[in-house]
């Protein structure tokens, strides 16, 4: 062992570094005494892997599994033999003697037991592999249909602070009173107009980044999604719900869920307020990424005031806006006018005009 | 004034947590502030102290700060979702499932159940106070946007409780000179303290054939304590493993007063005030340096980087034959517990909670 005794008795008068030393060249100590204890043939090979796995034989059966289904199986499928040929050895001969009897003796009737017992846990590992078997189906079943989830730099950051139809929300939410939620508040521009304007307002947005400069100026904002927190939150606690962002575009299911939610936590006379795109705009101008694997489309104004409606909210408004691409008309003395104007109708009522919309409702049962 | 509520699953007394909560509360109440404690249940000792957590709402105020000890899964964790109020967690950690699977699977449903309390809770919380960093780090990694490390509210008098002599008289006797390795903790999975007979047994065989290990914790996980003390006998330690549980501060002090090393080996810990009990009764410290045990323990004991039996059997080994390391480490550990003490940890509460004081979450 190398002498690494303290110079100094009190080691208090030591600094950090010194201390962090003279513990390291015990620690180098202590490795050496190991490796010398190898080496001199006190520490075989194998002999700590040896003590573990004695160990493990007092463990119960699939404890590493942490361990898989079929490893676990496999453990139970091992474990479902027993054994009738009792040891007879002994330390006296009398001893193995008398036990070579009992087992001779008592033979057919454990045998019989045995058989019986053995009978019953091959049934039940039999069950257990058809469950695995389903199982691993359903587990393959559920992948294939996994929705694929959108890169994050995917989804364009929005400034609702700015946007056309801020004024229009704050107004909306203006004098209520209780908590108001923006779902995908982003840098919480929308919530810095809302508590200007004497709301009670805080946020949630999925991406933690897209928060920071919110929580940098004190807004009460949080890195969680809209499902999981409103999933927690109490029944009528909030007056107010501010929805943007990419909830316009929810799986069906999760849309359901959403609108659910919704009515639920959102107190009578609370107020709802959409913003979304209309369904045209967004499929001729969205990324072909976001349009593409998004799980789901936005809804028009008037199939989410159908859907509200049913949930017990009142009468929705709404307010188109946003870019205007509906296509002039052309003047009437063009030759063929007629004929041209009846085209660029058709294809303003169909695939052009506002591309946004601002939907109010307000929960009446 | 600034009010701030603590809500805890369960209060007990002679509990880390419980303690933890009513000091906590005192330092509040002390500094000026308003702090009641709100339950799910409360021992019998300590029901004038707590109050139903079902009945805040209707005590509820504007400007309230709620703090949660998380401990165990719990409806209060439920509610405290549900409530619109300022947040704040204070986490001491709780041991992933995964220690507990094959052992007791209900054991680790539950705590799996609780882990995901904690991560509804984090991104809600304003702030996350921890007793560890790698504590604080779990809470940063589950969302919670500011954390801060505050050791937890532990009474550590230099002078520690008085040792029962009967106790101290009787273990002595039992072992005579042979060396006495001592672990406090809970017998379960994370604790490792099948690593511990483990090490004893090679550190019989390699340097003091009498050699004991002392065990001293609640048994709360039975299949584990079994598979523990079925190795010793199958090693032949039948008589050499000796478990202690149900002690008072006397009697805890006497198992620690009769030990020459307390050794560690946990495989996940948050923080581990035995490690701190040891270094206050003169102990010196051997420790493998899992989840918070390096932090905790500084650069007062011995930290390994293996739980394999040889490091451990000849890490022993020099801290019970090198008197000066001995030395070296039983006064690093007494200067070490200067960190945790109360009125500095009391002064470190004020200083984290002071600001949210100001941040109000109702209207």
Redesign the interface.
């Known amino acids: ?1 190398a002498s690494v ?2 110079a100094a008795s ?3 008068e030591w600094d ?1 570094a010194a ?2 030393r ?2 390291s060249e ?2 180098a ?3 050496a ?2 490796r010398r ?2 080496a001199s043939g ?2 075989p090979a194998g002999l ?1 892997r040896e ?2 796995e ?2 493990l ?11 898989r289904l079929r490893e676990t199986l496999a453990l139970v499928d091992g474990s479902a033999y027993v054994d009738v040929a009792v040891p007879v050895a002994s330390n006296k001969a009398v001893g193995s003697l008398v036990k070579r009897t009992i087992r001779k003796s008592m033979g057919w009737y454990i045998g019989f037991i045995v058989h019986q017992i053995v009978k019953f846990a091959w049934a039940v590992s039999r069950m257990f592999h058809v469950v695995v078997d389903r199982v691993e189906l359903l587990e393959a079943a559920v992948e294939t249909e996994r929705t694929p989830e959108l890169p994050p730099s995917a989804v364009p950051v929005t400034d609702p602070g700015t946007a056309w139809w801020s004024s229009e929300a704050v107004a909306a939410l203006t004098g209520v ?3 108001v939620l923006h779902a995908e508040c982003g840098d919480g521009a929308l919530l810095d107009a809302l508590v200007a304007a004497g709301v ?1 307002a ?1 946020g949630v947005d999925p991406s ?1 980044a897209a928060i920071e400069p919110a ?1 940098d100026r ?1 807004l ?1 904002v ?3 999604s809209l499902l ?1 927190h409103l999933a ?3 029944d009528e ?1 909030l007056s107010g719900v501010v929805l943007s962002g990419s909830v316009q575009w929810l799986h069906p299911n999760q849309r359901d869920r959403l609108v659910g939610l919704i009515t639920e936590r959102l107190a009578l006379d609370g107020v709802l307020v959409l913003h979304s795109a209309t369904p045209e705009s967004w499929t001729a101008t969205t990324a072909h990424l976001i349009s593409d694997l998004a799980p789901g489309r936005p809804l028009h104004a008037g199939t989410w005031a159908h859907l509200l409606s049913e949930q017990g909210f009142g009468p929705a408004t709404v307010r188109d806006g946003g870019h205007d691409t509906t296509l002039g008309r052309v003047d009437p003395a063009v030759p063929e006018a007629a004929v041209i104007n009846a085209a660029i109708d058709a294809v303003n009522s169909r695939l052009l005009g506002p591309d946004e919309y601002l939907l109010v409702a307000v929960r009446e049962r | 004034m600034n009010a701030l509520h603590q809500f805890v699953p369960a209060l007990l007394p002679r509990d880390a947590t419980g303690d933890h909560t009513l000091a906590l509360r005192d330092t509040l109440r002390g500094a000026g502030w308003e702090s009641d404690i709100y339950v799910e249940a409360a021992h019998d000792e300590l029901q004038g102290e707590a109050t139903s957590f079902e009945e805040y709402p209707a005590r509820a105020r504007a400007g309230d700060v709620l703090l949660y000890q998380m401990g165990t899964a719990s409806p209060v964790a ?1 509610f405290l ?4 109020e ?1 947040l704040v967690l204070d986490y001491h950690n709780i041991t992933p499932g ?1 220690f507990y ?3 007791e699977d209900h054991t680790a449903e539950t705590v799996t159940r609780a882990r995901r309390q904690v991560a ?1 809770l984090a ?2 919380a ?1 702030l996350g106070i921890a007793d560890s960093s790698f504590n604080a780090a779990e809470l940063s990694r589950l ?1 919670c ?1 500011a954390t801060a490390v505050v050791p937890i509210l532990v009474a550590l008098d230099p002078d520690g409780p008085e040792v029962d002599p009967d106790v101290r008289r009787r273990l002595a006797a039992d072992h005579g000179e042979a060396t006495v390795l001592l672990f406090v903790g809970r017998l379960s999975p994370n604790k490792s303290q ?1 690593r511990l007979v ?1 090490a004893l ?2 550190f019989r ?2 340097y003091d054939p009498g050699a004991r290990l002392h065990l001293v914790g609640p048994a709360v996980t039975p ?1 584990y304590v ?2 523990v003390f ?2 010793a006998e ?2 032949g330690l039948s008589g050499a493993v000796r478990h202690g549980e149900d002690l008072s501060p006397g009697e805890l002090a006497a198992w620690y007063a009769d030990a020459d090393v307390f050794v560690c080996l946990s495989e996940h810990e948050g923080f581990c005030i035995p490690l701190l009990e040891a270094m206050q009764a003169g102990l010196p410290v051997v420790a493998y340096g899992a989840g918070a045990v390096s932090e905790t323990v500084g ?1 007062a004991g ?4 293996s739980a ?4 451990v059997a ?2 022993v ?2 801290v019970r034959t ?1 008197s ?2 001995a ?2 480490l039983v ?2 550990g007494h ?1 070490r517990l200067e960190a945790f003490s109360m009125v500095r940890t009391r002064d470190r509460f004020i200083e984290v909670l002071t600001p949210l004081a100001g ?1 109000r ?3």
């Open positions: 062992m005794e303290p009190d080691a208090g950090a201390r962090a003279y513990l015990v620690m100590d202590i490795d005494e190991v204890r190898r006190d520490l700590e003590l573990d004695m160990f034989e007092f463990s119960p059966v699939g404890l590493h599994g942490r361990a009173r209780g908590r009670d805080y933690e929580v004190g009460d949080r890195a969680e999981d927690v939150v109490a606690a | 439920e979702l549900g409530r619109p300022t995964s699977e094959g052992w509804a991104p809600r304003s969302g946007r099948h483990e047994w090679l065989r390699w299949t079994a598979a079925s190795l199958e090693l650069d011995l930290v390994i980087p394999r039996p040889s490091v000849a890490a080994d020099r090198d000066a390391l030395r070296h006064g690093a200067r941040h979450g109702v209207t």
